[in-house]
């Protein structure tokens, strides 16, 4: 059972969504990661083991300042507990990150074709052939990142929530559901996305 933040507002998305995930910290895990989208581009950092080595890191090498941005703590299934195979994904281009809670079961066959199509992987996960379709279909949706999230759902097969940003849309956090949880937080000025009501 997988943990998912994802946040976009005035505080530091940073705290906000590392608030979150020490909330979701009951739900077991093996890895945690964070993606923001700052000023200067997309900063991620991801650590196998407890939320305390994420942490530590961040306190090591601090991300830039962001107001969007979202977080994961993983239960390894695709790929064993790795900082590599933590979560966020990226894709190619370095710009757009996705986490994923869930299994995507028809992931051997769409990194087949992504592969065959040039995209490079990085991970053993199911998860990053969806930030790689995402990058497609970011590029075919003119942009749109909530349309492109729409357009790779259709592809997968598979339970699951994934929450995805952009560095080219600032101020939006995108998430999708199928028969896995994914609530919904809206507030004055900002707005949350969670695997949980807590």
């Not at 933040?5 to 940073?14: D, F, I, M, P, R």
């Not at 869930?102 to 991970?123: M, Q, W, Y």
């Not at 930030?131 to 729409?150: T, V």
Request: glycine share 12%; hydrophobic share 35%; net charge negative.
């Amino acid at each position: 059972m997988c943990g998912i933040v994802g946040y976009v507002g005035e505080q530091s998305a940073l705290d906000v969504v590392i608030s979150g995930l020490r909330r979701l910290e009951y739900r077991g895990y093996d890895s945690a990661g964070v993606a923001l989208v700052t000023a200067d581009g997309l900063a991620t950092d991801k650590r196998a083991g407890k939320l305390i080595n994420l942490e530590e890191s961040l306190d090591r090498t601090p991300l830039p300042a962001a107001t969007a941005g979202m977080g994961h703590t993983r239960w390894a299934t695709h790929g064993g507990p790795t900082d590599r195979n933590a979560h966020p994904h990226v894709d190619c281009t370095g710009k757009l990150a996705v986490i994923h809670n869930g299994i995507i079961e028809n992931f051997s066959k769409l990194r087949l074709g992504l592969e065959t199509n040039g995209h490079d992987f990085s991970s053993e996960t199911d998860t990053e052939s969806v930030a790689h379709l995402l990058e497609d279909a970011y590029a075919s949706s003119g942009g749109n990142l909530a349309q492109a999230m729409r357009d790779v759902c259709k592809q997968l097969v598979g339970a699951f929530t994934l929450v995805a940003v952009h560095s080219d849309s600032p101020d939006c956090v995108v998430g999708a559901r199928r028969n896995s949880p994914l609530v919904v937080g809206r507030g004055v000025g900002e707005n949350f996305l969670a695997s949980d009501v807590s």
